[in-house]
């Protein structure tokens, strides 16, 4: 039972270089997220897509781009890393409606310098 | 939008006693679902109990239940017979309708710490 798995667990960037994290789930959901998590401030939502084709805008989306090209998969990508962007990330993936709980990966720690 | 407010940063707790950890939230929608995940140092994020807008009666999983009061746009959590392996981060989550694509969105946490 993989559920939600996220790649890779750790990065460390220097200012301005690019990377893609990977996001993929096994549970046929339909809708896929992107958190982001900083001290004292709870999860923020970066993007989410409710179907493959499709992505959002979340709460803070600023510097990140996202792709949902089969529905399994969620990918957000860092194209010119700042150290702003130091954080946790966080996939998450559901079922709707809105009482299915979201299904959280392990999360990804990037830090950058 | 929706906000959700934890106004607890730290709270601790003695083993076997009970806690409440407070959530309040602001929405104009009327359909909405709200959740407690608990987030150990393993940094997982877990999913304790929710509680759907339209039900009256207050969610309960085994030791932690839920004080769900509508109106005032309150939704705390109640653990009971508090446990060493409770000590984590807590989130309030609210989930609203598929026109905000069900995002959930999340407090600031409660780390709850349990002292033996």
């Known amino acids: 039972n993989a559920g939600v798995t996220q790649t890779p667990k750790f990065r460390v960037l220097k200012t301005g270089q690019s990377m893609t994290l990977l996001c993929a789930q096994d549970m046929n959901h339909e809708y896929m997220y992107w958190y982001r998590q900083d001290p004292g401030m709870g999860l923020r939502l970066i993007h989410y897509?409710?179907?493959?084709?499709?992505?959002a805008k979340g709460e803070v989306p600023d510097g990140y781009n996202v792709s949902r090209l089969k529905k399994q998969n969620f990918l957000l990508g860092l194209e010119s890393a700042a150290p702003s962007q130091t954080s946790v990330y966080f996939c998450a993936s559901s079922y709707p409606p809105g009482n299915s709980p979201l299904h959280f990966g392990n999360g990804t720690r990037l830090t950058v310098t | 939008a929706q906000t959700v407010t934890q106004s607890q940063p730290e709270m601790s707790v003695q083993e076997a006693e009970t806690v409440t950890l407070s959530c309040t939230y602001d929405?104009?929608?009327?359909?909405?679902?709200l959740f407690w995940y608990k987030q150990p140092p393993s940094r997982q994020m877990i999913l304790v109990i929710r509680?759907?807008?339209?039900?009256?009666q207050n969610a309960t999983e085994n030791r932690f239940s839920v004080n769900f009061q509508k109106a005032a746009k309150s939704f705390s959590l109640k653990i009971s017979d508090s446990q060493l392996g409770d000590a984590a981060m807590y989130f309030c989550a609210y989930r609203g309708g598929e026109t905000s694509g069900s995002r959930l969105t999340f407090g600031e946490g409660t780390q709850l710490t349990v002292n033996p």
């Open positions: 929405t104009s929608e009327s359909d909405y679902y």
């Open positions: 897509s409710v179907g493959e084709g499709t992505t």
């Open positions: 509680q759907e807008a339209y039900k009256q």
